[in-house]
């Protein structure tokens, strides 16, 4: 059975900092495309940032852009968020998301994702 769990998550004040974990059981994704994406009630899912299945390639949305940044461990088969100067709109729940088709980051749409972790809430408060 494939599971992402999501870790990290919480209350910070605004400037603060987290570090977003998404560890993979039931198969290893090291050799393919990751995701986080975030999303509120009533809203749709929206991109984060990708990366490539080699760490070599990474994507970002424009809000996030030099405050975030995605890694991964594929030894460990974990991906990582690392985000900084957070802001209260970056308050959502945060969602990994693993792409088993492809290695490169094709697509940013959620559609293009096969398997998503449970979410781990992140509040930044002003």
């Known amino acids: 059975q494939v599971q992402l769990v999501e870790s990290g998550g919480g209350l910070v004040q605004a400037g603060g900092s987290l570090r977003l974990s998404c560890a993979a059981s039931?198969?290893?994704?090291?050799?393919?495309?990751m995701g986080w994406f975030r999303q509120n009630p009533g809203k749709e899912r929206e991109f984060v940032a990708a990366?490539?299945?080699?760490?070599?390639?990474?994507y970002y949305a424009d809000s996030v852009k030099g405050r975030f940044t995605i890694s991964r461990d594929n030894a460990k088969n974990t991906v990582y968020l690392q985000m900084n100067s957070l802001k209260p709109e970056d308050t959502a729940v945060y969602y990994c998301a693993a792409d088993q088709r492809h290695t490169e980051v094709g697509s940013l749409s959620p559609a293009s994702y096969d398997y998503w972790g449970q979410g781990t809430q992140v509040t930044v408060s002003s």
């Open positions: 039931g198969r290893t994704f090291s050799n393919r495309a």
């Open positions: 990366i490539n299945w080699s760490g070599g390639r990474t």
